[in-house]
């Protein structure tokens, strides 16, 4: 249970000045574990001069690198002064969603969100749910890979699936944890060519270092990866990859097929944006979209989507919430299909 604590002026002020997420993450501790600022409506002016993003992640993770990119454009492009990334890591950003969700009429914060956190929701059963807090836009896509050592037997898409469906429990899948995208990527694999996903032998690791070694050394006989995450592999010939989770093919991969255009009606992406928190008035949910529509329509975010190979996937208003709904629904049966 997390409990709000309305700031004083002074501690607001004091709060204001963390730049360093550890402490950041200590003074949430002390608060009772949530940042609010009380205020009477925050002006454009005020979102536009201080803008806290938080990273529902620890440094250094998918979440964390976005929300950082977005703050270096930002400051750069002038489109906010001086915003600030914190991290409340945990829980698949279910724990940072938790405390957010509190953070009721807090108009100058905002926080990263993605496909992790929908089905986190759903394997952790937590209380604070998408619909506790306001979508603001989905910026950007990563798509997964399936992938196989160079030498591995399985030359196509095809193999593997005929592979799989004659020995459903034999076949080891390498992947990121429980109810990551990987994982719920090769739930949905499986119950599109008729295995039962409860079946499969996904094994589950904590980085995409161990997955790449179990592959490497024959541990597992193929592997779920964001792509980007294992594209240097691909390149140098270590790892093939045979489909990709996108509707269509990829600029940075033009040649790997998806699983769609190979007969496997399977679509899936580690999507990502920025929600803000319950109860703000209708402008300043304008005004945070209007800062998100000039991060997105400047140049130098749109090389920083180049530079890390994401799709642009910009998407708000009813459609957005549309989107996510689409999404809940698929994640839900997923989850329950793989069991969990």
């Not at 956190?117 to 997964?144: C, F, H, Q, W």
């Not at 597992?220 to 270590?238: L, R």
Request: charged share 20%.
């Amino acid at each position: 249970m997390f409990h709000v604590t309305i700031l004083s002026a002074r501690k607001a002020e004091v709060l204001r000045t963390i730049t360093g997420s550890v402490v950041a993450i200590a003074a949430l501790a002390l608060t009772g574990g949530a940042i609010v600022q009380a205020s009477d409506g925050a002006s454009d002016s005020q979102a536009r001069s201080t803008l806290t993003i938080i990273a529902p992640a620890a440094v250094g993770g998918g979440w964390d690198g976005f929300s950082r990119e977005a703050q270096k454009v930002m400051r750069a492009e002038s489109i906010v002064n001086n915003p600030k990334v914190i991290n409340i890591p945990g829980a698949g950003g279910t724990i940072g969603l938790s405390q957010f969700a509190q953070m009721k009429g807090e108009e100058t914060t905002i926080m990263t969100t993605g496909g992790v956190m929908v089905g986190a929701i759903e394997l952790n059963g937590k209380d604070e749910t998408l619909d506790d807090v306001v979508p603001l836009a989905r910026l950007s896509d990563d798509y997964s890979a399936l992938v196989v050592p160079e030498d591995s037997p399985y030359q196509t898409l095809d193999d593997v699936v005929k592979a799989w469906q004659a020995d459903p429990t034999g076949m080891s899948i390498s992947g990121g944890s429980l109810g990551s995208i990987d994982h719920l990527l090769t739930g949905a694999l499986a119950g599109e060519i008729g295995i039962d996903p409860e079946q499969a032998n996904y094994i589950a690791y904590s980085g995409g270092g161990e997955a790449l070694n179990s592959l490497l050394s024959k541990t597992t006989d193929f592997g779920m990866s964001g792509y980007n995450e294992i594209a240097d592999q691909v390149e140098s010939g270590a790892l093939r990859a045979l489909a990709i989770s996108s509707p269509e093919r990829i600029e940075t991969a033009p040649d790997l097929p998806t699983f769609k255009e190979q007969g496997v009606n399977v679509e899936m992406s580690n999507w990502r944006g920025f929600l803000a928190p319950p109860g703000i008035s209708n402008e300043a949910e304008q005004q945070l979209l209007n800062i998100i529509d000039e991060l997105h329509a400047s140049p130098e975010w749109q090389e920083t989507v180049k530079r890390n190979s994401w799709t642009d996937a910009y998407m708000t208003g009813d459609e957005l919430d549309a989107f996510i709904e689409e999404e809940t629904m698929k994640t839900e049966k997923i989850v329950d299909d793989l069991g969990l």
